[in-house]
T-cell receptor, first 114, second 113 residues
Framework: KAGVTQTPRYLIKTRGQQVTLSCSPI?????VSWYQQTPGQGLQFLFE???????NKGNFPGRFSGRQFSNSRSEMNVSTLELGDSALYLC?????????????FGSGTQLSVL | AQSVAQPEDQVNVAEGNPLTVKCTYS??????LFWYVQYPNRGLQFLLK??????LVKGSYGFEAEFNKSQTSFHLKKPSALVSDSALYFC???????????FGKGTKLSVKP
């Protein structure tokens, strides 16, 4: 099986722009979560989608949004980019909504905001 | 507030020596505990998890972790470190109630030959 695929791998934007990141989970996985990773804050949870419904949301402003399609692929959008949004954005998938199930992570999208 | 702490930003170990990466948590209910590893320019990879049962959990690549309920700790251990173990290690906790996975800030492990 192919792993979790995130595109693009690298992205450079300027302040005020918006960006859309894409995540294709492992085939058959219905849950997709998004995390922001920065050196100072570690991994911060953004949101989780399961069968096209948002199940959990972290403490991020409304500029951060996401969605999941019927094929379980997910997109994350950030509007009105700020310098502090520069980070590695990681997507993770798992098969079910079970709490003890491990996550499979993609390699991430490195976003730089200038 | 629910949280996970990894008190050491970096751990340095000589190859062949035992290693310990520390993790403590503060969450409600009976937590599910995980360790993940991140190699440079890669996503995180699952190492092991504790759900219930035996307090010593064995995982991938010879790693194990010890759950201590009274000390609310879940330290990662390996009897003999390899240079290839050098990476960033994350402890994560899912609270007993519904909720997302909470990660520690990570510990950089450096194993020298």
């Amino acid at each position: 099986k192919a792993g979790v695929t995130q595109t693009p791998r690298y992205l450079i934007k300027t302040r005020g722009q918006q960006v859309t990141l894409s995540c294709s989970p492992i085939s058959g996985h219905r849950s997709v979560s998004w995390y922001q990773q920065t050196p100072g804050q570690g991994l911060q949870f953004l949101f989780e989608y399961f069968s096209e419904t948002q199940r959990n949301k972290g403490n991020f402003p409304g500029r951060f949004s996401g969605r999941q399609f019927s094929n379980s692929r997910s997109e994350m959008n950030v509007s009105t980019l700020e310098l502090g949004d520069s980070a590695l954005y990681l997507c993770a998938s798992k098969n079910t909504g079970a709490r003890d199930e491990k996550l499979f992570f993609g390699s991430g999208t490195q976003l730089s905001v200038l | 507030a629910q949280s996970v702490a990894q008190p050491e930003d970096q751990v340095n170990v000589a190859e062949g020596n035992p290693l310990t990466v520390k993790c403590t948590y503060s969450v409600s209910g009976n937590p599910y505990l995980f360790w993940y590893v991140q190699y440079p320019n890669r996503g995180l990879q699952f190492l092991l998890k504790y759900i219930t049962g035996d307090n010593l959990v064995k995982g991938s690549y010879g790693f194990e972790a010890e759950f201590n309920k009274s000390q609310t700790s879940f330290h990662l251990k390996k009897p003999s470190a390899l240079v290839s173990d050098s990476a960033l290690y994350f402890c994560a906790v899912r609270p007993g109630s519904q909720g997302n996975l909470i990660f520690g800030k990570g510990t950089k492990l450096s194993v020298k030959p």
